[in-house]
């Protein structure tokens, strides 16, 4: 059956670093790959989405990689704030299929 | 984006009763809507698709008697969670999508049965 692992613990880093997470997937081949950001309480805000033919993809200060051979997403927060505080969800999709969700990382951004 | 409106964002109720659930597309017609239940630190778990005008589709181990799904129009559909009891409690998510692209969700409901 299809599996999403991403970092169960949750990731600590200081203000203007670069966050990275890490989306890793078995037994599918998705068509394309989505973050999510979800702050408690409240549904999932979609952040950004690659297809399985692209490599990269950036929009303002994230950056979200997809290899395909390594089965892996990368998803990276640059000159990282407190704001970004939030949990990160990846969501695998082919077509019009319903998404599949891995469980989130908590990422906290200290001042 | 889209805007997908969900009501109530918080609910408690008593044991043995039903509570519902509203989820509204605001500014696109949704004819599939999802209904998803998060429990702590878990994962988005899909419970079923809803479609207009039909009968939805329920995941695997849902108990469609006891999750009622309406689609009644391209804006609206509605889970009601029947003979509620305490284990019932959760996160209660609502989206919709527009073709392959991104999904929009709801603000979320959560329920508590005390």
């Known amino acids: 059956s299809q599996k999403i692992e991403q970092n169960s613990e949750a990731l600590n880093i200081q203000e203007g670093k670069t966050a990275t997470l890490t989306c890793n997937y078995t037994?599918?081949?998705?068509?394309?790959l989505q973050w999510y950001r979800q702050d408690p309480g409240r549904g999932p805000v979609f952040l950004l989405l690659?297809?399985?033919?692209?490599k990269e993809k950036r929009k303002e200060r994230l950056k979200v990689t997809f290899d395909t051979t390594l089965k892996q997403s990368l998803f990276h927060i640059t000159a990282s704030q407190p704001a970004d505080s939030a949990t990160y969800l990846c969501?695998?999709?082919?077509?019009?299929?319903?998404?599949?969700f891995g469980k989130g990382t908590m990422l906290l951004v200290s001042p | 984006g889209a805007v997908v409106s969900q009501h109530p964002s918080r609910v408690i109720c008593k044991s043995g009763t039903s509570v519902k659930i509203e989820c509204r597309s605001l500014?696109?017609?949704?004819?599939?809507m999802f209904w998803y239940r998060q429990f702590p630190k878990q994962s988005l778990m899909l419970m079923a698709t809803?479609?207009?005008?039909?009968?939805?589709?329920?995941e695997q181990g849902v108990e469609k008697d006891k999750f009622l799904i309406n689609h009644a129009s391209l804006t609206l559909s509605t889970l009601t969670v029947t003979s509620a009891h305490p284990e019932d409690s959760s996160f209660y998510i609502c989206?919709?999508?527009?073709?392959?692209?991104?999904?929009?969700f709801g603000q979320g409901t959560r329920l508590t049965v005390v």
């Open positions: 989206s919709a999508r527009i073709r392959d692209t991104e999904a929009f």
């Open positions: 037994n599918y081949s998705p068509a394309y």
């Open positions: 690659i297809r399985e033919n692209e």
């Open positions: 969501a695998l999709g082919s077509g019009y299929s319903t998404l599949t």
């Open positions: 500014d696109f017609q949704a004819t599939t």
């Open positions: 809803s479609n207009e005008g039909s009968k939805a589709t329920y």
